[in-house]
C-alpha cells in the first residue's frame, strides 16, 4: 500500500532564516506531487505540483520554491522565511492518469517567529 | 473560472439526528467531484468520489454524497451523526487531465452528544 511521509512534523523559525521541508512517497511511481498550504486552518492553497522528476510548476509568486530530485521526493524551500509564510503545510499525491483521488500526508505545522 | 463554494463555515448537529453539509461548483466540462475529512493538526483524509454512473455515492465512515447536475451541487449526507464525525469538511472539484483540485473553504462540523 502507498505511504506518504513529511518531516518535520513542526518547525519554529526565525525570519529571515531558511526552510526545507520534505514529502516522500512510498509504494508507487511515477506520482504527482502537490504542495499545499493551509492557513488559519481553512481554505487549502496550491503552491507546486510536480508530474516528474525536475518538473516543477507554481501557482503562485512567493518567497517560496519546490524541486523533485527523485521520483518519490519533493521539497519545500526558501532562503529566507518571512513571518507570512507561517501556516499547515501539506504534501499529496496522485497516480499520473489526472482523475484520480489526492492524498495527503500528516502535514508540518510552520510558525515564523 | 472554476469554483467551489461551501455555503457553510458551520454545521450543528445533535449526534443521532441527519447531517448535511454543502457544496456547489461552477466549472467548464465534467467534473470529478470530491469530499475530504480533516481532523485537528492532521493531514485531509479522502472520504469519496464522484467520476460517473449513479448520483448517489457511497464512501467512508456511512457518509454519502448526492451529485446533482442540474444544481451544479454535491452535498455530503449522513443518516446518524457521531460525536466522532466532528471535523472540519472539504469540497474539492477535479478537471479531468488537468492535475488540480479546487477546494472550498470547509465546513466545520459540530456534533454534539
Known amino acids: 500500500s502507498q505511504t506518504i511521509h513529511q518531516w518535520p512534523a513542526t518547525l519554529v523559525q526565525p525570519v529571515g532564516s531558511p526552510l526545507s521541508l520534505e514529502c516522500t512517497v512510498e509504494g508507487t511511481s511515477n506520482p504527482n506531487l502537490y504542495w499545499y498550504r493551509q492557513a488559519a486552518g481553512r481554505g487549502l492553497q496550491l503552491l507546486f505540483y510536480?508530474?516528474?522528476?525536475?518538473?516543477i510548476s507554481s501557482e503562485v509568486p512567493q518567497n517560496l520554491s519546490a524541486s523533485r530530485p527523485q521520483d518519490r521526493q519533493f521539497i519545500l524551500s526558501s532562503k529566507k522565511l518571512l513571518l507570512s509564510d507561517s501556516g499547515f503545510y501539506l504534501c499529496?499525491?496522485?497516480?499520473?492518469?489526472?482523475?484520480?483521488?489526492?492524498?495527503f500526508g500528516p502535514g508540518t505545522r510552520l510558525l515564523v517567529l | 473560472a472554476q469554483s467551489v463554494a461551501q455555503p457553510e463555515d458551520q454545521v450543528n448537529v445533535a449526534e443521532g439526528n441527519p447531517l448535511t453539509v454543502k457544496c456547489t461548483y461552477s466549472v467548464s466540462g465534467n467534473p470529478y467531484l470530491f469530499w475530504y475529512v480533516q481532523y485537528p493538526n492532521r493531514g485531509l483524509q479522502f472520504l469519496l468520489k464522484?467520476?460517473?454512473?449513479?448520483?448517489l455515492v457511497k464512501g467512508s465512515y456511512g457518509f454519502e454524497a448526492e451529485f446533482n447536475k442540474s444544481q451544479t451541487s454535491f452535498h455530503l449526507k449522513k443518516p446518524s451523526a457521531l460525536v466522532s464525525d466532528s471535523a472540519l469538511y472539504f469540497c474539492?472539484?477535479?478537471?479531468?487531465?488537468?492535475?488540480?483540485?479546487?477546494f472550498g473553504s470547509g465546513t466545520k462540523l459540530n456534533v454534539k452528544p
Open positions: 510536480s508530474v516528474g522528476i525536475g518538473q
Open positions: 474539492a472539484v477535479l478537471l479531468y487531465n488537468f492535475n488540480k483540485f479546487y
Open positions: 464522484y467520476i460517473t454512473g449513479d448520483n
Open positions: 499529496a499525491w496522485s497516480v499520473r492518469r489526472g482523475e484520480e483521488t489526492q492524498y
